[in-house]
T-cell receptor, first 109, second 117 residues
Framework: GQSLEQPSEVTAVEGAIVQINCTYQ??????LSWYQQHDGGAPTFLSY????GLEETGRFSSFLSRSDSYGYLLLQELQMKDSASYFC??????????FGKGTKLSVKP | GAGVSQSPRYKVTKRGQDVALRCDPISGHVSLYWYRQALGQGPEFLTYFNYEAQQDKSGLPNDRFSAERPEGSISTLTIQRTEQRDSAMYRC???????????????FGPGTRLTVL
């Protein structure tokens, strides 16, 4: 089977750094993506890691370790607008994307 | 706007009726995906297409669900003999490259909220 595990909720304060972890079990694996979804909105793409290591895009960074079947999303200098759900998603060998259940991030002033 | 569009945005139907949900991907996008998303959950993969060819339909819950993309652009997800458990948000996404490509960023549409009474 295929599954992804991530924490259900995380709370942090403005200006802080938060890390959202994701472990995966998939039959065939090409890479790990991260998506952000605000309440009532559609998921939007944040990052994709095909290789081990850190990918940085502005305040957001994403990391992948294939040997550990593990990745994380790092959000720096948190802002109130970062309050949203964050999903890791594994790209499988069939070309489909399997999503985790999401982590609801609440940023407090 | 040049984003992914879906219609209708809301659909209320009676149990046993058939429904057809439409997705219009971003122009030129090769791959098109269908997901179902329950409240508070991540998108659940249903099926996807590269051009007009359906690549993987392993996520379709049962044979009441079908999808087509006859000309490699607009796609229709059809649910026959709807049941209350089919109530959910149905989302479509498209990506520029053939699925499995280097970046595979998917652009999601606003979804169709289906309610089966």
């Amino acid at each position: 089977g295929q599954s992804l595990e991530q924490p259900s909720e995380v709370t942090a304060v403005e200006g802080a750094i938060v890390q959202i972890n994701c472990t995966y079990q998939t039959s065939g694996f090409y890479g790990l993506s991260w998506y952000q979804q605000h309440d009532g909105g559609a998921p939007t793409f944040l990052s994709y890691n095909a290789l081990d290591g850190l990918e940085e895009t502005g305040r957001f960074s994403s990391f992948l370790s294939r040997s550990d079947s593990y990745g994380y999303l790092l959000l720096q200098e948190l802002q109130m607008k970062d309050s949203a759900s964050y999903f890791c998603a594994a790209l499988g060998s069939q070309g489909n994307l399997i999503f985790g259940k999401g982590t609801k991030l609440s940023v407090k002033p | 706007g040049a984003g992914v569009s879906q219609s209708p945005r809301y659909k209320v139907t009676k149990r046993g009726q058939d429904v057809a949900l439409r997705c219009d991907p971003i122009s030129g996008h090769v791959s098109l995906y269908w997901y179902r998303q329950a409240l508070g959950q991540g998108p659940e993969f249903l099926t996807y297409f590269n051009y007009e060819a359906q690549q993987d339909k392993s996520g379709l819950p049962n044979d009441r669900f079908s999808a087509e993309r006859p000309e490699g652009s607009i796609s229709t997800l059809t649910i026959q003999r709807t049941e209350q458990r089919d109530s959910a948000m149905y989302r479509c996404a498209s990506s520029l490259a053939v699925s499995g490509g280097a970046r595979d960023e998917q652009f999601f549409g606003p979804g169709t909220r289906l309610t089966v009474l």
